[in-house]
């Protein structure tokens, strides 16, 4: 036994999620990363629900870093963009949006010039703006790797939201276009920036749960019965790819590389997609992996789009465990270690992790300071979740070389 707290409403959860994995083998219309049609285009959408705006704009602290956000979303305008204000070095210089009435509202709210207000159309138009040192990338994933390329020609320093981009070769080209104009390339991994997660990184490199044996990892929840592909990005083909593991079952994969320190050898996986479910006709609703890690270590990472809401990473050792609950969500974090050490974590406020990302980018620009969360840790995982999807099309265990790379 694990000793750890596991509620019986949590393991029938765990156990109806599981079923359904095993029971319906998804039939896959090949490679999903690399399938994902003609490239998609940028188009503006509604003002998100729920979005509050500053009611006064904050002045820019001297010497700190402009940057253009692309994409005026749920996370742009409610997570990130408020956090600037928390940030010391970074500021917002200028928006750019396909819808021009939340463009005129948004920019008003947060002081930005309207000559520094652009559409897609104008995007280019970026690299005569010198207000502009970075570009934050907040657009549907498969808009990422064209727009930090044009970034990267205008001369920007990019912060790209996860995933990076649909394929490996679409990632490779963005690290190409970042070394051609000599700018940075940073993922926005924002958990490396979260205190919990800090903290737990640094409690497995002292192996606070002894030999680590297994990872488990989860990111469900339930997308609205009523979905369909056109109105919801996070459901069609072309800008999401495979969905839930893409979208959020990155945090699983990364946990379980951030926590066991390790990259899996091989990795066994099952993706599952119900029939006529409007939801899912051109993504999966749920992927199941294992990775097998070269110390013995194994991680089961459960992502789904209709499943009960989760997002956990458990670490169980030969002396403890390691229980995060939930363990990468926005606020709200909880973490505790049980067996040979036994103590639970209070470790501050979580949404530092947003300006954290920022200003972290900013020290790069202005110091030159390496970055945590480059462009290649963002290579590396979507070369890990193309080998996933190949697990699971294949059926069989896929190898891999040490960079993640699948074995031919
Ligand atoms: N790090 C995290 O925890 C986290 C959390 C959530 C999301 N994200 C990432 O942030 C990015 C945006 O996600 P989101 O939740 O903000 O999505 P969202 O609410 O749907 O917003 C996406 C925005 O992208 C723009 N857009 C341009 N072309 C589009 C198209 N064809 N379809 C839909 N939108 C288009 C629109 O902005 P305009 O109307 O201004 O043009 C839209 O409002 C994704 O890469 C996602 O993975 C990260």
């Excluded at 029938?12 to 049609?37: D, N």
Aim: hydrophobic fraction near 40%; glycine fraction near 8%.
């Amino acid at each position: 036994m694990t000793g750890i707290n596991i509620s019986r409403r949590r393991l029938i959860e765990l156990g109806r999620a599981t079923a359904s994995f095993t029971l319906a083998a998804a039939a896959i219309p090949g490679p999903v990363l690399a399938q994902t049609g003609g490239r998609p285009g940028a188009r503006g959408r509604p003002m998100p629900a729920n979005v509050s705006l500053p009611s006064r704009p904050t002045r820019p602290r001297p010497g700190s870093v402009g940057y253009a956000i692309v994409g005026l979303g749920d996370y742009a305008l409610k997570q990130m963009m408020p956090r600037f204000d928390r940030s010391q070095r970074s500021h917002i210089a200028a928006l750019v949006s396909g819808n021009p009435e939340k463009l005129a509202r948004v920019g008003d709210a947060y002081g930005v010039p309207e000559d520094a207000r652009y559409s897609y159309e104008q995007y280019d138009r970026i690299a005569a703006d010198r207000r502009i040192e970075a570009v934050y990338i907040v657009l549907p994933t498969g808009l990422h790797a064209d727009f930090a390329v044009r970034a990267f020609a205008a001369g920007k320093h990019v912060l790209c939201e996860k995933p990076m981009a649909l394929t490996s070769a679409d990632c490779e080209r963005m690290i190409a276009a970042a070394r051609r104009a000599d700018r940075k390339l940073m993922i926005a991994y924002r958990v490396h920036f979260e205190p919990h997660n800090i903290e737990a990184m640094a409690l497995m490199q002292r192996r606070a749960v002894g030999n680590i044996r297994f990872v488990r990892t989860e990111q469900l929840s339930r997308t609205d019965p009523s979905s369909t592909p056109s109105e919801n990005w996070r459901i069609s083909r072309t800008l999401a790819g495979g969905g839930p593991l893409e979208d959020y079952g990155i945090y699983g994969l990364q946990s379980a590389l951030y926590l066991t320190g390790e990259m899996p050898e091989s990795i066994t996986a099952t993706a599952f997609r119900p029939a006529n479910d409007p939801r899912f006709t051109e993504v999966f609703a749920s992927v199941a992996s294992q990775l097998r890690f070269p110390s013995g270590a194994v991680a089961q990472l459960a992502t789904s789009y209709d499943a009960h809401g989760s997002n956990i990473a458990h670490v169980l050792g030969d002396t403890g465990a390691l229980i995060m609950d939930p363990a990468t969500s926005y606020e709200g974090h909880e973490m505790r270690l049980e067996g040979r050490e036994r103590r639970s974590f209070s470790l501050g406020d979580p949404t530092v992790q947003f300006a954290g990302q920022l200003d972290h980018l900013s020290d790069a620009i202005r110091d030159g300071a390496a970055i945590r969360t480059p462009g290649e840790m963002g290579l590396r995982d979507v070369r890990l979740m193309e080998a996933i999807y190949a697990a699971a099309e294949s059926g069989r265990a896929v190898r891999l070389d040490p960079d993640g790379q699948m074995r031919r």
